[in-house]
């Protein structure tokens, strides 16, 4: 039971290139979520999913894109990377009651 | 302002201290707490999880929560240096989903 799998651990990009951050979960949880996490900032959603097919915005959502076409997936997308997006992203997934359980993060610097 | 205020430490603390890490937050819509601990280059693993005001204890670790002073702490007694971390709350509005509103997180150093 490998719990919410993170890759890549570490990617360095150019400004305008594109990427995609994956994350998969292999709990069965319905409830997946995107943070990213900035120096005295704490934690702020991204993206969350309360199932497969079904997304929404959470408090910085501008610059990424989600999808959930699986259970088990749920990958970010930066559209064009920009130097503020510089940061450490975390994926975490849950029951709908139960508090979110993270994966160990992807380091992004956006040169 | 933020809606919820974690003074950001660093904390520092001898071995064998009893520690209090606190968060305080402004919207009474906020039910539902969680403490995390997070260690360098991980990811945050949950430690406490409380609804009710009042004290829930687990091993080294109470949380508490006042509703009334929208104030809630974590106490770590006999602290070890395993515990030298980032310990960030998170609170959300409802019993379900997953939008986490975190703090800050303070740095916490327990010397040996």
């Known amino acids: 039971n490998a719990g919410v799998t993170q890759t890549p651990k570490f990617q360095v990009l150019k400004t305008g290139q594109s990427m995609t951050l994956q994350c998969a979960q292999d709990?069965?949880?319905?409830?997946m979520s995107w943070y990213r996490q900035d120096p005295g900032m704490g934690l702020r959603l991204i993206h969350y999913s309360v199932g497969a097919g079904i997304t929404d915005q959470g408090e910085v959502p501008n610059g990424y894109n989600v999808s959930r076409s699986t259970t088990e997936d749920f990958p970010l997308r930066l559209l064009s990377a920009a130097p503020s997006q510089t940061s450490v992203y975390f994926c975490?997934?849950?029951?709908?009651?139960?508090?979110?359980?993270f994966g160990d993060g992807t380091r992004l610097s956006i040169l | 302002q933020k809606e919820v205020e974690q003074d950001p430490g660093p904390l520092s603390v001898p071995e064998g201290a009893i520690v209090s890490l606190n968060c305080t937050y402004s919207n009474s819509a906020f039910q539902y707490f969680m403490w995390y601990r997070q260690y360098s280059r991980k990811g945050p693993e949950l430690l406490m999880y409380?609804?009710?005001?009042g004290n829930k204890e687990d091993g080294r670790f109470t949380a508490q929560v006042d509703k009334s002073s929208k104030y809630i702490s974590l106490f770590i007694r006999d602290s070890q240096p395993s515990d030298s971390a980032t310990y960030l709350c998170?609170?959300?509005?409802?019993?379900?989903?997953?939008?986490?509103?975190f703090g800050a997180g303070t740095i916490l150093r327990v010397k040996s």
């Open positions: 709990m069965n949880h319905e409830y």
């Open positions: 998170a609170l959300r509005r409802g019993e379900y989903g997953n939008k986490l509103v």
């Open positions: 975490a997934s849950s029951t709908n009651r139960e508090p979110q359980h």
């Open positions: 409380t609804y009710s005001s």
